[in-house]
């Protein structure tokens, strides 16, 4: 299993937030690509980029992604507001590793098909989730399908995995919801990424032992929880 940094962007800011809620924001780094070579600097190979706004439609942090794909050195997997394939075909020429889709790809799926067909192996799937409902427009919206049906609807697809956030444990430092990733890789025929309440490196021993192929980090990183070298070095 591979660990990736959060690097969640907001007002040109790299930020973290406590239970995915935009009022309740702990930490605030002016520098989104000093923090990029901080991580990479630490050892991580890659890093998950998210522009929460160009999610939930006030903004967009468009510049600070392509100044942090262009400076290179790690694989980027980006995320965040993605609704349209020119956006999507635009991140993977820059040179993205990875494109996260979550809003349109659940509630348009052919569009997630013709998206996938066109990209296979390039795109991720977020499915966000809080308690148990799948949540999409920055997590303000309850997805009209639970998160069994979405993962039976898009097993076919050539997807590079499913990334599935415990927005109910972001920014807690609580510990992970071993339960709900436990049923999704029971479900899910793609890889699966988790993300929301990692604490510690025992947390993250507990997804890759649970089978993760993938687990993002942020609160525990930013507050020094986690230890960074000994993070990349084990899961970097």
């Known amino acids: 299993m591979i660990a990736l940094p959060a690097i969640d962007l ?37 890093l998950h980029v998210v522009d929460l706004d160009a999610a939930t439609g006030c903004g967009s942090n468009a510049g600070i992604i392509e100044s942090l794909v262009r400076a290179g050195g790690c694989d980027l997997q980006i995320g965040g507001g993605l609704r349209d394939e020119a956006a999507v075909a635009r991140l993977l020429g820059l ?3 990875r494109v996260v889709v979550g809003t349109r790809g659940i509630e348009d799926p052919g569009w997630l098909e013709r998206l996938a067909a066109s990209h296979p192996g390039r795109i ?11 949540l999409t427009r920055g997590w303000a919206s309850q997805a009209a399908l639970d ?15 499913v990334l599935v956030t415990a927005v109910h444990l972001e920014g807690q430092l609580n510990g992970v919801d071993a339960s709900l990733v436990r049923d999704v890789l029971e479900r899910c025929a793609h890889p699966v990424m988790a993300s929301g309440g990692v604490s510690s490196l ?12 993938a687990a993002v980090i942020g609160m525990a990183l930013y507050t020094r929880r986690l230890d960074a070298a000994a993070t990349a070095r084990e899961f970097g």
Do not use: N
């Open 10 to 46: 907001r007002e040109g800011a790299c930020v973290q937030l406590v239970g995915g809620v935009y009022d309740a924001e702990r930490v605030r780094l002016p520098d989104p690509l000093a923090v990029a070579l901080r991580w990479r600097k630490a050892g991580f190979r890659a």
């Open 95 to 97: 040179g993205a590793a």
């Open 124 to 134: 991720v799937l977020a499915a966000d989730v809080r308690g148990r409902r799948v």
């Open 147 to 161: 998160l069994p049906t979405l993962l039976e609807r898009v097993a076919p697809l050539p997807l590079a995995g």
């Open 202 to 213: 025992e947390d993250l021993r507990s997804l890759a032992a649970l089978g993760c192929a």
